[in-house]
């Protein structure tokens, strides 16, 4: 079945900092993949996704991700972090082909922001 | 107006009661969905209906009854509640291509008593 490994359940960065979160798929044929946000007490918000256009995705809030096909990743980056981007991120897929369609996510990464 | 709204917000309610949540959609979206989050925040599909039409039917207790009236709405009912049904249930929609992300209402926090 089509998964997603999300490395670092929680991660920490300073205020103006560098965000980088890790996202693996598990497939041979690449699938669809999508960034969500979550937070707190709130639904899931989709940041960006990549749907076999172009490998550098960028979406809301700043946030951008590239995937790279070598390396199975669709990682998810923001140069500078705000306060505001205190959240779990979710990356999910869908496959590209075959039976399955539905969406299917990551374990979730929180990340915290210091001031 | 909210694309994808979910009722109630919160549910508190005892063991062995059944309950409904209600999802509504305004989106013009074609398949709809619903997603238990537990306590570690791990998100698990449960059921997908496409036009009215149960579609994806996960792993889960025959006491878990989706009902889909229209496109626009996708209820959930769950008989004889139990301590383990306690989760965030999300609605969500979409287009049913495969590239199209999933729009999600806010969610309904579902604590068993």
């Known amino acids: 079945a089509q998964s997603v490994t999300q490395l670092g359940s929680h991660v920490s960065v300073s205020e103006g900092a560098l965000v980088l979160l890790r996202c693996n798929y598990s497939s041979s044929v690449p699938p669809y993949l999508f960034w969500y946000v979550q937070y707190p007490n709130q639904g899931l918000q989709l940041l960006l996704k990549?749907?076999?256009?172009?490998?550098l995705v960028k979406g809301i809030n700043g946030f951008e991700a590239e995937f790279k096909k070598s390396e199975t990743s669709f990682h998810l980056t923001k140069p500078s972090a705000h306060m505001s981007d205190a959240a779990e991120y979710f990356c999910?897929?869908?496959?590209?082909?075959?039976?399955?369609?539905?969406?299917?996510f990551g374990s979730g990464t929180q990340l915290t922001v210091l001031p | 107006d909210t694309a994808v709204s979910q009722t109630p917000k919160y549910l508190v309610t005892q063991m062995g009661n059944d309950k409904s949540i209600k999802c509504e959609q305004n989106l013009g979206h074609d398949t709809m969905y619903w997603y238990k989050q537990d306590s570690k925040k791990f998100l698990k599909i449960m059921f997908s209906y496409n036009n009215k039409e149960l579609i994806i039917n996960e792993t889960v207790p025959n006491r878990f009854s989706p009902k889909s009236p229209d496109k626009a709405h996708l209820n959930l009912h769950i008989n004889s509640l139990e301590l383990g049904d306690s989760a965030v249930y999300f609605c969500?929609?979409?287009?049913?291509?495969?590239?199209?992300?999933?729009?999600f209402g806010s969610g309904t926090r579902l604590t068993v008593v």
């Open positions: 999910a897929v869908i496959p590209s082909s075959g039976s399955a369609r539905q969406l299917t």
């Open positions: 990549y749907t076999s256009a172009a490998t």
């Open positions: 969500a929609s979409s287009h049913s291509g495969r590239n199209y992300g999933y729009t």
